[in-house]
């Protein structure tokens, strides 16, 4: 079980309680970035990613975390999809710019080097990327196989693939007007994919978790040989952006964490990860609207009902399912 590293405020001291919290119900921490282009393209590393990777590193130890890194070169800006923080002479290009391919190579190297991680998505939600860009995807999936070779020779032990919208996966959004199922897609990636890993907010479909099919996450292992992991879920505690929405309660948050958790037990999913631990307080910038009131704990440090929930199951005794 764990949550990401994603603080409730942009300070240091927010940071270091994303670690602790995580640390004070479960056993992994997700740190989520995209690549830092111009530095991995000349070699010539910034004092902040230096300073970035020490922190973590120590953050983890301190909370004894094992540490799960998901290199997340795409986002979605105004309703299209595109790759992410690129340096100014690379603004427009893609998976087929010969700079851009050395850059996810080497932060990905980067990565399994100086974290050793337990886990290393190599791409996130990468099949929202194909529903716009489907060429660009076929050049993603050839430097994935790539990167997760390279990856294996720094770092043998950690465990590669990348993750999957859920929603989209199965053909459920956008909402209103659904594009067809993907799971071909996740073939693609044999045989170089340890685990089927996705994210999840049924939130956005579902107001109500009872409207949430009974087979929701058991259909997973009819589709995958492959360990599976939920690897950011989110369900939203009230109306808003993060929800479909009228009918979002923070009882009904709870009762979806619980469900969620107890499928991942009797279907014996490698990990749960729920991505907002509390609620941030900069929701309304560009990107995290929809995380608003997903978070486990609420902007002012208060528990909520899925707290609760979670900080219970993290602390069972774990029994083989």
Not at 88 to 115: K, P, S, T, W
Not at 196 to 206: G, T, V
Not at 271 to 295: E, L, S
């Amino acid at each position: 079980m764990g949550l990401s590293s994603l603080p409730s405020q942009l300070t240091e001291d927010s940071y270091e309680d994303a670690f602790e919290r995580a640390g004070s119900a479960g056993d992994l921490i997700l740190i989520q970035r995209t690549p830092p282009w111009d530095e991995m393209i000349t070699g010539d590393l910034s004092d902040d990613t230096v300073r970035a990777t020490e922190r973590e590193n120590q953050l983890a130890r301190e909370h004894d975390l094992e540490i799960f890194v998901a290199i997340d070169p795409t986002e979605e800006v105004d309703g299209s999809s595109q790759l992410a923080g690129l340096p100014e002479h690379l603004r427009g290009a893609g998976f087929e710019n010969a700079d851009v391919q050395q850059a996810f190579i080497a932060y990905a190297q980067y990565v399994a080097r100086n974290y050793k991680p337990k886990y290393l998505a190599l791409g996130v939600e990468i099949n929202s990327y194909q529903q716009q860009h489907r060429e660009d995807f076929e050049r993603f999936v050839i430097l994935y196989h790539r990167a997760y070779q390279e990856v294996k020779q720094l770092s043998p032990d950690t465990l590669v693939f990348p993750t999957f919208q859920y929603e989209e996966l199965q053909g459920l959004l956008p909402a209103g007007d659904p594009l067809p199922p993907q799971w071909n897609l996740i073939s693609r990636f044999e045989p170089r994919l340890d685990l089927l890993a996705i994210s999840s907010y049924p939130s956005l479909l579902y107001a109500d978790p009872q409207l949430i099919p009974a087979s929701y996450y058991a259909q997973l292992p009819s589709h995958t040989d492959r360990p599976i992991a939920l690897t950011g879920l989110g369900y939203a505690s009230e109306p808003g952006p993060g929800g479909s929405a009228t009918l979002a309660t923070e009882e009904g948050q709870a009762q979806y964490l619980r469900r969620a958790l107890d499928n991942a037990q009797q279907l014996g999913f490698r990990m749960v990860v729920w991505f907002v631990g509390r609620d941030p307080t900069f929701a309304g910038k560009p990107g995290f609207d929809a995380f608003r009131r997903t978070g486990l704990v609420r902007e002012n440090g208060s528990p909520k009902a899925a707290w609760l929930v979670w900080e219970a199951t993290a602390q069972r005794p774990i029994s083989t399912p």
